[in-house]
């Protein structure tokens, strides 16, 4: 022990004298310390923090301990209380800190997650624009180009160019519409005008605006009523869930295939269900039916015609089902598939 009365070089020797004493017995500690960290590295980090926090504090006593040679004097005494009063005070901030950085890790990793899930999506949709969007506009500027040169002449071919060149441009109106929605939806502009509607005619207008459409492709469409449910929601996105669904059947549904639609209550919820005969979803890709531009592939490629969609329609009907605070799902089911839609009902 090292008196005031002593000299700098006397204290010096002191201090030169119970080094290799505490660095003896704070050395295994350290070492110690590390192994265990070493070992919890795939454990809790409030763990890691209280063990962090509890090294240094260990280690100091039991260098006191060494160096005062197990001998118990009130001023080691002291220094004891002193180490226990801190650790008190370190160990729970070290579990606090570390319960805090592991929930701001694994929100940082959901963050990184979201933000590579919205990076891939963006690029797929500039892809999709790239291509889909191209296709038209080069087949309207091909014909244009045939019409101002006087390749085509004859009435007959240029009445033919002429509603091709309109249904084209029908389509990428279609696209454009679809694309403005998308992101109304994913932007939170969504602004919806909620009243009490009645399941039943919402099907049934969207089942109007789909009649021809199913005549053309000689495809059956059934509308099948089990209850008769009223649901909290807009008129007119709900419409266009029903009618983006519908759609998407009958582009899928063979000729003389049925597409069914129909209505009910289960366990608080209005249901609607919309069966086609798509000839089944292969089950890696049941979960991406609802992402951005996919298409799929096999029974579900769609048609190159003028009707073929774009890729958004069940990626804004999941927006808008969601908006409800609804749910939607498919599933394979019979000769195709069934998409399932679940929706609050309106409170009387």
């Known amino acids: ?172 109106s279609g696209m454009v519409d679809d694309l403005f929605e998308l992101s109304r939806i994913t932007a939170g502009g969504l602004r919806l005008t909620m009243s009490a509607i009645p399941l039943a005619d919402v099907v049934g207008d969207a089942l109007e605006s789909q009649t021809a459409v199913a005549q053309r492709k000689r495809v059956r469409v059934e509308a099948k009523d089990s209850a008769e449910p009223v649901v909290l929601g807009s008129d007119p996105e709900l419409t266009r869930v029903v009618r983006n669904l519908v759609s998407n059947a009958i582009r899928h549904t063979p000729p003389d295939g049925t597409v069914a639609v129909s209505i009910g209550v289960d366990d608080g919820s209005a249901l609607l269900y919309v069966d086609d005969a798509c000839g089944g979803i292969p089950d890696e890709e049941l979960e991406r039916v609802f992402d951005v531009a996919f298409r799929g592939s096999a029974a579900r490629t769609p048609e190159r015609s003028g009707e073929a969609g774009g890729g958004l329609g069940l990626a804004i009907a999941k927006g808008l089902v969601e908006a409800h605070h609804g749910r939607i799902g498919v599933r394979n089911h019979g000769p195709g598939c069934r998409f399932e839609v679940r929706l609050p009902l309106a409170t009387s």
């Open 1 to 172: 022990m090292t008196l005031a009365a002593e000299t700098f070089a006397e204290q010096l020797g002191h201090i030169w004298d119970i080094l290799p004493y505490a660095v003896g017995f704070t050395l295994p500690v350290a070492l110690l310390g590390a192994w265990l960290l070493h070992h919890m590295r795939s454990r809790s980090i409030a763990a890691a923090m209280t063990v962090l926090a509890l090294l240094p504090v260990v280690a100091t006593l039991v260098g006191m301990l060494g160096v005062s040679g197990f001998m118990f004097t009130p001023t080691l005494a002291i220094w004891l209380l002193v180490g226990l009063l801190v650790a008190a005070v370190t160990i729970p901030a070290a579990v606090l800190s570390g319960r805090y950085l592991a929930r701001r890790s694994v929100w940082e990793r959901e963050a990184r997650d979201r933000e590579r899930a919205a990076e891939a999506a963006r690029r797929e949709l500039v892809a999709w624009i790239s291509h889909d969007l191209r296709s038209p506009l080069a087949g309207i500027r091909a014909m244009a180009e045939a019409l101002a040169d006087g390749v085509v002449s004859q009435p007959a071919d240029v009445a033919d160019y002429a509603q091709r060149i309109s249904g084209e441009a029908a389509r990428l």
